[in-house]
């Protein structure tokens, strides 16, 4: 069984802003009943504000979920703001999905941008990277990268869990392996410039409180923040950690792997000096 | 949670309160090895004994050809090994596209060692064609595994014919009746099945024991090795109060059966046809006319099974579902896929699997909330039925 959030059940089981709305401005529709799960989400735009919107959708419970926290996040927001809205949003908001859901709330970006490109009536030129990878959940080339980055996707597998490529037959995996592999190269140093040490420091300690500590709290240990000092993270071990022979490993495999995993790929994690 | 509706009996069972009674004695009082020389592991050699007659006696065999497994998977990959490893110049097996993962996924394996498997197909009904069964049996095959009755379904194949299809073809059959031991009758003294896969905990016995049924003169090489234990067919410690509990698990079985096909049949049908009678776009998954007398697979067009899952869930009902959402993969049941069940219906699909536990009024609280339910999704549904 999946462990939803509290967030996430009750937006399942008492959806907000479903059904049809009567003359939309604009309609972003992403999906098939073949893939099984498809969002429809209506908006009425009025001055560039979104005035009210729906959705109707087919799929699972976190599905539904993250259709409908969508349509809360969104009203009363202008275009501008909603262009800026990703599936890490979603997320955040609804406390959280399991790593396999996590294509959940992509279409829930997918679907806000494909109503707001209608909007502004932008028809994008089709290009090389619209070309579909995954022939079984007709996923492209384009949406794969963009997840990549956004998520900061280090694993084919994430990539599934995310866009549900490669779930199928599999027989692209080895494309979403080269594609991931451009991607890790692409990444940084330069995206790391753009971040202020204050920046780096507070998503640090972000990841640190939302990665890392209540998977080391479900032990009986917890992990404390001492200083960040260049690319050098120096925290502390509390509970049942410090005297945890496998603390070591610990700190490399799991707490250094998340902090490159949403920070960057160059940080060192240290433990402090008693 | 006050109530709990049970329907989920393909997946595990209840274990009679019988049968812990019988059981407990064995692991506190009564601990001792049956293989030991003193009377007080001897008492328990003795009771050991009694329980593997009567699970001989439910399906019609010898005791002598009854080895106790830790689970029906064990039971499955024994009787795949044992048939390999008896005629190593034989390289081929045949199994279908919709057994268990315990074979299934076994067969892949030795594929991936080289072996050649043929996966047989199934029609919409989730039936197989015995015509190709035959054209596919060669010098070459060492072993054909079918199942008896598809858990998700609950399709019943027509073993005893295929068993003497195969029988003529020289090579050997083995069935996974895991889930048609005890719910249908098998009689092992008028088929021709060489060997049978079944498990203690789809029949009111505990999970963590199987069962493999071995006919007197099928050649056999144990995949666990160890001790003297089963006749040196299975390697390791009895356990003991697991076997004495799955022998009190079989003579309920065999006193219910008729109750399996009268009252539990009942009761699944009249599931089925309030169903019908109550939600339009449905479809029943699989041949009405040769299925379990406990199951139900149904499939509910324009809505996903996972989100069926949870709103029965809070209403206390306990189902499963054969969609890609419940299971972590992303796509929906290769039983279901095998069938080659319309994309409308293939995300939607419920199973209801009941057992001698289930009440009437279980079944009518189920009508009452369902409706609902369902109504609920298609709501929330960007699809509808195109008039």
């Not at chain 1, 939309?24 to 009943?33: F, L, M, N, Q, R």
């Not at chain 2, 049968?19 to 003193?38: A, H, Q, R, T």
């Not at chain 2, 069940?341 to 199973?351: C, D, E, F, K």
């Amino acid at each position: 069984m999946w462990e939803y959030s509290e967030k996430v059940l009750d937006h399942f089981y008492n959806p907000r802003n479903y059904g049809e709305l009567p003359n939309p401005t604009v309609v972003g529709e992403v999906g098939s009943i073949i893939c099984g799960d498809a969002l429809k989400l209506m908006l009425k735009i009025e001055n560039g504000i979104i005035e009210d919107a729906r959705f109707q959708t087919f799929g699972c419970g976190s599905a539904i979920a993250s259709s409908s926290i969508l349509t809360e996040m969104i009203k009363g927001k202008t275009i501008e703001e909603a262009e800026k809205i990703t599936n890490k949003d979603i997320v955040k908001e609804l406390g959280g999905l399991p790593q396999e859901k996590m294509h959940c709330s992509v279409m829930g970006m997918e679907a806000l941008q494909e109503a707001l490109k209608n909007y502004r009536g932008k028809r994008e030129p089709i290009s090389e990277i619209e070309k579909i990878i995954c022939e079984c959940f007709q996923v492209s080339e384009r949406k794969i990268r963009d997840v990549i980055r956004e998520n900061h996707l280090t694993t084919v597998e994430e990539i599934t869990h995310y866009t549900k490529a490669g779930g199928g037959c599999g027989r692209c995996i080895p494309e979403l392996e080269k594609i991931l592999k451009e991607e890790l190269a692409k990444r940084s140093p330069k995206d790391e410039k753009k971040m202020t040490t204050l920046q780096k420091i507070l998503l640090i300690k972000d990841t640190i409180d939302r990665e890392v500590r209540p998977a080391l709290q479900r032990d009986g240990g917890d992990l404390e923040l001492i200083d960040v000092d260049g690319n050098k993270v120096i925290v502390s071990l509390r509970g049942f950690c410090i005297n945890c022979p496998s603390a070591k490993l610990t700190l490399k495999n799991f707490v250094e792997k998340k902090l490159h995993e949403f920070v960057s790929p160059y940080l060192e994690v240290i433990e402090e000096r008693k | 949670m006050d109530r709990v509706v049970y329907l989920d009996n393909n997946a595990t069972t209840q274990v009679a309160p019988e049968v812990v009674e019988e059981m407990l004695p064995y692991f506190s009082k009564l601990y001792g090895n049956p293989s030991s020389m003193y009377q007080f592991g001897g008492s328990v050699a003795k009771k050991l004994k009694e329980a593997r007659c009567k699970v001989a006696e439910l399906i019609g065999a010898e005791p002598e050809e009854i080895v106790f497994t830790s689970c029906g998977t064990e039971s499955d990959n024994t009787a795949i090994w044992a048939a390999l490893q008896s005629y190593p110049e034989k390289r081929h097996i045949i199994t279908t596209k919709v057994e268990h993962p315990a074979v299934l996924n076994y067969c892949k394996f030795w594929e991936n060692q080289g072996w050649q498997v043929t996966y047989l197909p199934v029609d919409e009904l989730g039936r197989l064609d015995l015509e190709l069964l035959k054209e596919k049996i060669t010098s070459a095959t060492a072993i054909v595994s079918i199942m008896t009755a598809n858990n998700e379904t609950g399709v019943i194949f027509p073993v005893e014919k295929i068993a003497e299809i195969v029988k003529s073809k020289g090579s050997i059959f083995h069935t996974d009746a895991v889930q048609a031991v005890g719910k249908i009758p098998i009689d092992m003294k008028h088929n021709h099945i060489d060997l049978l896969s079944f498990s203690g905990h789809k029949l009111h016995a505990p999970k963590g024991i199987g069962v493999l049924y071995i006919r007197k003169g099928v050649k056999f090489q144990p995949l666990i090795i160890g001790g003297h234990q089963e006749q040196n067919r299975r390697g390791g410690t009895e356990n003991t109060p697991y076997i004495i509990g799955l022998g009190k698990a079989a003579e309920l079985a065999k006193n219910y059966l008729s109750e399996e096909n009268t009252r539990v049949k009942f009761l699944r049908d009249k599931l089925e046809q309030g169903i019908i009678e109550r939600i339009p776009h449905i479809k029943i998954n699989g041949d009405r006319e040769a299925r379990l007398p406990n199951t139900l697979n149904i499939s509910f067009a324009y809505v996903e099974g996972e989100a069926i899952l949870l709103l029965l869930d809070r209403e206390g009902i306990c189902a499963s579902s054969g969609s890609a959402c419940t299971s972590g993969s992303l796509e929906p049941s290769h039983v279901l896929r095998s069938m080659g069940i319309n994309y409308n219906y293939i995300h939607g699909s419920i199973r209801f699997s009941l057992s001698r536990y289930t009440k009437e009024e279980e079944i009518d609280y189920v009508l009452d909330r369902l409706p609902v339910i369902i109504n609920h999704l298609r709501n929330l549904s960007p699809y509808k039925a195109q008039e």
